[in-house]
């Protein structure tokens, strides 16, 4: 017959080894010492590509692609934008003041300013005079 008493349990045998053994609960700190999670903060921050499975999981589908401009090179204009009215303020015989333009489109005097120099005088490269009237102030017009 075997000695049962002899013979040691292996789950007291376990629990009784790594109680003197257990590491903290409460480790929280990266390898830099601070707080969050591991690597620094900025680890977190890296953009990973797809992986295959992902890829394989939306079919491989890519960003569309933009649309292809016309053949002639030509960009299509649109019609009845803001921009489209102010042009035709400035070309008008009278030009327009920032008071005016404010007023019919509902913009603050320095977003008139602002769309004068930025996008009609830097950007498309329009020649914009400004005169002072007599009664009207401060006019604005496109010349050429």
Known sequence: MTDDTSTTNPATEDTE????A???TTATHGPRGGKGAAGGAKAAKVAKKPTRAATKATGGKKAKPKATKP???ARKARTGTKQEQLIAMLKAKDGATVEEV???FGWQHHTVRGALYGALKTKLKLNI???KVEGRGR???IAG
Do not use: K, L
């Open 17 to 20: 080894a790594t109680v003197g």
């Open 129 to 131: 005079v400004s005169e």
């Open 139 to 141: 006019v604005y017009r």
């Open 22 to 24: 257990a590491a903290p």
């Open 71 to 73: 053949a002639d090179g």
């Open 102 to 104: 404010a007023t019919t």
